[in-house]
């Protein structure tokens, strides 16, 4: 070997440990980053479920919501079912004491003109009206 190759190898020599010591950086940087990786996969796997519970809770609460809404449009079915028939029966009363009404006041009228004058200020002052 000359003293040429000598000087080649040691410049070789001393490019491969630069070399083996950019690798170890690299190595070490590769690492850092999986680890890195590692914890926001775990990260991402635990939001992913904390989502996926938050969801369950969510369409749990959907389906709650729902079940109320249908009771409530039972009830106010119901409800409206029973103003109707309330509202009927209302209105029957109204035309049975119409009725009522004229036949009292036929009746009163007749009483009056067979002899009964009392009958008519009498039969006014029950339905109140003044005479």
Do not use: F
Request: charge should be negative; aromatic fraction near 4%; hydrophobic fraction near 40%.
């Amino acid at each position: 070997m000359n003293i040429d190759d000598i000087i080649e190898n040691a410049q070789l020599k001393g490019r491969v440990i630069g070399l083996e010591a950019q690798v170890e950086t690299l190595t070490a940087e590769v690492r850092c980053l999986e680890a890195v990786i590692r914890s926001h996969e775990r990260v991402d796997c635990l939001l992913v479920t904390s989502l996926k519970k938050q969801l369950g809770e969510g369409d749990a609460e959907v389906a709650r919501l729902k079940a109320e809404v249908e009771r409530l449009e039972h009830q106010v079915n119901y409800w409206r079912i029973e103003a109707e028939t309330d509202n009927a029966r209302w209105l029957r009363c109204l035309e049975d004491k119409e009725r009522l009404t004229k036949a009292g006041d036929a009746m009163a009228d007749r009483l009056m003109y067979q002899g009964y004058p009392a009958t008519v200020p009498a039969w006014d002052a029950a339905k109140g009206v003044q005479s």
